[in-house]
């Protein structure tokens, strides 16, 4: 159950248009909105921020950016995280259901690749806290992915801990968006 309010009515004008816009593209106003829209330049930042990401982050294949996301957001165990994460690979054909079924137990899978193995583990040392990244885990990805995916991975994964530390913080949790995917199969 959330820890704080979650009408956007009484968050100001910002937060009322930004719930506009959610419930267009969503359905719904996401609840990370709705909590942001209390501090109107924590919202205005992470509106920016989620942007900037969607429309010039574009180097990472986007199997491996939500393969990592999904992997980090696993780790944390953010509910919130998790449910859209699931909706979102499945709409957009990202990741088969069964690596996504597979991303706790991805130590154990025959469904990764070696370099889905290898994104997997760094996801997993980055989120871990104290962070675990070795140096040769970066010069295998280094070597993999080149220097600007790496990076990229880096900031997805960066990005998807702090999205769920906030989540989690505030008792964020499913909205219902795995229920909404249809059947896919492949």
Aim: charged share 25%; glycine share 6%.
């Amino acid at each position: 159950m959330a820890r704080i309010p979650l009408d956007v009515a009484r968050t100001g004008w910002l937060g009322r248009v930004a719930a506009g816009v959610s419930r267009r593209r969503f359905g719904t106003v996401i609840e990370p909105l709705a909590a942001a829209a209390h501090q109107p330049w924590v919202l205005w930042a992470n509106i920016r921020n989620e942007l900037l990401v969607e429309r010039r982050w574009r180097t990472l294949d986007p199997g491996l950016r939500d393969l990592a996301v999904v992997a980090s957001a696993t780790r944390l165990g953010c509910a919130w995280c998790m449910d859209f994460g699931y909706w979102k690979t499945h709409s957009e054909g990202t990741l088969s259901d069964a690596k996504l079924q597979a991303i706790p137990v991805w130590q154990d899978s025959d469904e990764f690749t070696d370099l889905e193995r290898q994104v997997l583990a760094y996801a997993d040392a980055m989120t871990d806290t104290p962070m675990d990244v070795t140096d040769e885990q970066v010069e295998r990805l280094r070597k993999a992915l080149g220097d600007a995916r790496l990076v990229e991975l880096t900031a997805y994964i960066a990005l998807e801990s702090q999205r769920s530390r906030f989540n989690s913080a505030l008792g964020l949790s499913g909205q219902g968006f795995r229920d909404r995917c249809e059947f896919r199969t492949g």
